[in-house]
Protein backbone atom coordinates (compact mmCIF):
# COMPACT_ATOMS: atom_id res chain seq x y z
CA UNK A 1 0.00 0.00 0.00
CA UNK A 2 1.33 3.77 -1.03
CA UNK A 3 0.97 5.86 1.93
CA UNK A 4 2.47 9.64 1.86
CA UNK A 5 2.00 11.61 4.71
CA UNK A 6 3.07 15.38 4.57
CA UNK A 7 4.27 17.14 7.98
CA UNK A 8 5.89 20.38 9.12
CA UNK A 9 3.28 23.12 8.11
CA UNK A 10 2.22 26.08 10.53
CA UNK A 11 1.78 29.63 10.69
CA UNK A 12 4.95 32.11 9.75
CA UNK A 13 5.63 35.22 9.34
CA UNK A 14 6.46 37.33 6.29
CA UNK A 15 10.33 36.36 5.03
CA UNK A 16 10.00 33.37 7.39
CA UNK A 17 10.79 29.45 7.04
CA UNK A 18 9.21 26.71 7.05
CA UNK A 19 10.37 22.77 5.85
CA UNK A 20 7.83 20.23 4.80
CA UNK A 21 8.44 16.54 4.58
CA UNK A 22 6.99 13.78 2.56
CA UNK A 23 7.36 10.48 4.23
CA UNK A 24 6.98 8.00 1.56
CA UNK A 25 6.11 4.25 1.85
CA UNK A 26 4.97 1.70 -0.73
CA UNK A 27 7.25 2.77 -3.23
CA UNK A 28 11.05 3.21 -3.61
CA UNK A 29 12.17 6.95 -4.67
CA UNK A 30 14.35 5.95 -7.26
CA UNK A 31 11.63 4.92 -9.41
CA UNK A 32 8.61 7.78 -8.62
CA UNK A 33 8.67 11.13 -9.54
CA UNK A 34 7.92 13.31 -6.35
CA UNK A 35 6.16 16.37 -7.18
CA UNK A 36 4.62 19.22 -4.05
CA UNK A 37 1.18 21.17 -4.66
CA UNK A 38 -0.13 23.82 -3.45
CA UNK A 39 -3.60 25.14 -3.57
CA UNK A 40 -5.24 28.07 -2.20
CA UNK A 41 -8.40 28.74 -1.47
CA UNK A 42 -10.70 29.52 -4.29
CA UNK A 43 -7.62 28.94 -6.56
CA UNK A 44 -6.90 25.82 -8.63
CA UNK A 45 -4.29 23.66 -7.51
CA UNK A 46 -0.81 24.20 -8.59
CA UNK A 47 2.53 22.39 -9.44
CA UNK A 48 5.22 23.65 -7.10
CA UNK A 49 8.22 21.74 -7.42
CA UNK A 50 9.54 18.30 -8.27
CA UNK A 51 12.21 16.19 -7.82
CA UNK A 52 13.19 13.06 -10.94
CA UNK A 53 13.34 9.72 -9.81
CA UNK A 54 16.24 9.09 -11.70
CA UNK A 55 19.03 12.00 -11.63
CA UNK A 56 17.85 13.75 -8.94
CA UNK A 57 17.20 17.16 -11.19
CA UNK A 58 14.22 19.64 -9.86
CA UNK A 59 12.40 21.97 -11.05
CA UNK A 60 10.41 25.38 -9.80
CA UNK A 61 7.45 26.82 -10.53
CA UNK A 62 8.77 30.62 -11.06
CA UNK A 63 6.80 32.14 -8.56
CA UNK A 64 8.89 30.14 -5.97
CA UNK A 65 12.42 29.95 -7.65
CA UNK A 66 15.28 31.05 -5.49
CA UNK A 67 13.46 30.79 -2.13
CA UNK A 68 11.91 26.97 -1.92
CA UNK A 69 14.44 23.86 -2.27
CA UNK A 70 13.09 20.67 -2.51
CA UNK A 71 15.09 17.01 -1.85
CA UNK A 72 15.54 14.11 -0.90
CA UNK A 73 16.63 11.32 0.95
CA UNK A 74 16.65 8.08 -0.35
CA UNK A 75 18.10 6.18 3.00
CA UNK A 76 14.88 7.51 4.65
CA UNK A 77 12.29 7.49 1.67
CA UNK A 78 11.67 11.23 2.24
CA UNK A 79 11.15 14.41 0.31
CA UNK A 80 11.60 17.78 1.74
CA UNK A 81 10.38 21.01 0.30
CA UNK A 82 12.44 23.92 2.36
CA UNK A 83 10.35 27.03 2.02
CA UNK A 84 12.36 30.62 2.71
CA UNK A 85 11.52 33.88 2.46
CA UNK A 86 7.46 32.76 2.48
CA UNK A 87 5.21 35.62 1.43
CA UNK A 88 1.43 35.24 2.39
CA UNK A 89 0.32 34.50 -1.41
CA UNK A 90 2.33 31.07 -0.35
CA UNK A 91 -0.58 30.32 2.04
CA UNK A 92 -2.29 27.29 0.97
CA UNK A 93 -2.78 23.55 1.48
CA UNK A 94 0.69 22.04 0.60
CA UNK A 95 0.13 18.22 -0.81
CA UNK A 96 2.86 15.96 -1.96
CA UNK A 97 2.54 13.18 -4.89
CA UNK A 98 4.19 10.35 -6.35
CA UNK A 99 4.03 8.87 -10.17
CA UNK A 100 5.88 6.27 -11.61
CA UNK A 101 7.99 7.65 -14.06
CA UNK A 102 11.75 8.27 -15.37
CA UNK A 103 11.47 11.91 -16.80
CA UNK A 104 9.52 15.14 -17.03
CA UNK A 105 8.59 14.91 -13.49
CA UNK A 106 7.10 18.79 -13.67
CA UNK A 107 4.28 17.41 -16.42
CA UNK A 108 1.86 17.98 -13.38
CA UNK A 109 -1.45 17.01 -15.10
CA UNK A 110 -1.30 13.38 -13.45
CA UNK A 111 0.23 12.24 -10.46
CA UNK A 112 -1.06 8.68 -9.07
CA UNK A 113 -0.16 8.82 -5.51
CA UNK A 114 -1.47 11.91 -2.74
CA UNK A 115 -0.97 12.80 0.90
CA UNK A 116 -3.93 14.41 2.85
CA UNK A 117 -2.24 17.92 2.60
CA UNK A 118 -0.48 20.03 5.43
CA UNK A 119 -1.57 23.62 5.64
CA UNK A 120 1.03 26.68 5.83
CA UNK A 121 -0.23 30.05 6.56
CA UNK A 122 1.81 33.02 6.39
CA UNK A 123 0.49 36.21 7.80
CA UNK A 124 1.71 38.95 10.38
Known amino acids: QVQLVESGGGLVQPGGSLRLSCAVS????????IAWFRQAPGKEREGVSC????????YYVDSVKGRFTISRDNAKNTVYLQMDSLKPEDTAVYYC?????????????????WGQGTQVTVSS
Open 51 to 58: IESTDGST
Open 97 to 113: AADRRSFYCSNYVYYEY
Open 26 to 33: GITLDAYA
